[in-house]
């Protein structure tokens, strides 16, 4: 972590032009794994200067253009930049320096950047009452070294916005793991360790992601809805059931002809969760192919309700035995109820006789 109070030198920043001053800024080192470290530099860098990374995982795969300004756009647009302009408007500044590379691309802080320059153009425009016109123009950075290993930088996202206190959408957490596991070949295991998360959370997000990859192949779009399927294979492979279930790949086409065209049968990601219930119910399945998950439900709740009937009627009975107990004699006062009760323990023994349960520990 940063602190803008612990540096005192070079606070006017080095020239872009002068590659000599940037060897003199100073050094933040970042934590990436235990013992190793990546010495930055934090430089003042002009913020025309920089570029926005079109492999941001808020921006791969959705955005078919590197367009700077389509990306841009895109990042304005996203939910919470706006929050977030309002917070460095009222600052004057970032209280957390954006990371860039050594050719000035932004790493880690793209949305941060995209509201610095909406800034700087209303402050050259005079419609920031409270700063001048070049009050946003420059901004610190730290910069990696030209050497810095892929995977570290990797890292460093990682921790900020899968297991960090900036939290990327699931989406986004999700590809920033298959492309460690994919690019860097890291154990699963691994990743699960330098993120600080459960293994089987790492497992889930990179199947349901490559599984989205997967849908995308088979049903692609050219404005990048098909990303938006990934709730629908988190919800499927969060649950074990469906996850092996998932396994056929039959199971595994029909699920994915489910959620596709322009009438889903599964027409949001939480039908999922009731998926499991309805494929063990031959007629509610059925339904689920032929006219959607809404009709598929309604039997589900009708066989449910016929359930919670049987236990009612049985508590019912139970408090009736109860009441009982407290006053046998009733008993012997009615006949009636001596015979009612003889047909009830038959019927009781009969069902514990076909029950295959656990059977209770002999005293």
């Known amino acids: 972590m940063f602190f803008q109070d612990k540096v005192h030198e070079?606070?006017?920043?080095?020239?872009?032009?002068?590659?000599?001053?940037?060897a003199k800024a100073p050094i933040v080192e970042l934590e990436v794994t235990k013992g190793r470290t990546i010495p930055c530099r934090l430089v003042k860098v002009p913020i025309a200067q920089l570029r926005?990374?079109?492999?941001?995982?808020?921006?791969?795969?959705?955005?078919?253009?590197?367009?700077?300004?389509?990306i841009e756009d895109w990042l304005w647009q996203e939910e919470g930049t706006k929050r977030l302009y309002n917070e460095v408007r009222y600052s004057g500044g970032l209280s957390e320096k954006p990371i860039v590379d050594s050719t000035l691309t932004v790493i880690e802080g793209n949305r941060r950047i995209v509201c610095l320059r909406k800034l700087d153009s209303q402050a050259k425009n005079d419609e920031l009452q409270d700063y001048s016109a070049d009050a946003f123009e420059m901004t610190q950075c730290l910069m990696l070294p030209p050497e810095t290993d892929p995977k570290d930088v990797d890292l460093l996202v990682a921790r900020v916005h899968v297991s960090g206190k900036k939290e990327w959408a699931p989406l986004s957490q999700a590809e920033q793991i298959f492309d460690m596991v994919n690019k860097h070949n890291m154990p699963r295991s691994e990743v699960a360790s330098a993120l600080s998360l459960s293994s089987?959370?790492?497992?889930?997000?990179?199947?349901?992601?490559?599984?989205?990859?997967?849908?995308?192949?088979?049903?692609?779009?050219?404005?990048?809805?098909?990303?938006?399927?990934?709730?629908?294979?988190?919800e499927l492979f969060r649950r074990p059931t469906l996850r092996t279930w998932a396994k056929d790949g039959k199971n595994f086409a029909q699920f994915m002809e489910l959620i596709s065209g322009e009438k889903p049968k599964l027409s949001i990601g939480s039908h999922v969760r009731d998926l499991g219930a309805i494929i063990t119910d031959k007629k509610a399945y059925g339904l689920l192919l032929s006219d959607g998950f809404e009709r598929a439900f309604e039997v589900l709740k009708a066989k449910q309700s016929k359930i919670d009937r049987y236990t009612k009627t049985l508590e019912e009975a139970s408090e009736a035995l109860l009441e009982l107990t407290r006053d046998p004699e009733k008993l012997a006062r009615d006949r009636r109820r001596t015979r009612v009760l003889g047909d009830i323990k038959q019927r009781v023994d009969y069902i514990l006789s076909k029950y295959s349960g656990p059977k209770r520990p002999s005293k």
Request: charged share 25%; no cysteine.
């Open 52 to 70: 926005l990374n079109p492999n941001n995982p808020r921006i791969a795969r959705r955005l078919p253009s590197s367009d700077e300004t389509e």
């Open 200 to 234: 089987q959370r790492i497992e889930v997000m990179f199947e349901a992601f490559r599984a989205t990859l997967e849908y995308g192949d088979h049903y692609h779009d050219h404005e990048g809805k098909w990303m938006h399927k990934f709730s629908y294979f988190y």
């Open 10 to 22: 070079n606070q006017n920043g080095p020239s872009l032009n002068e590659t000599a001053n940037w």
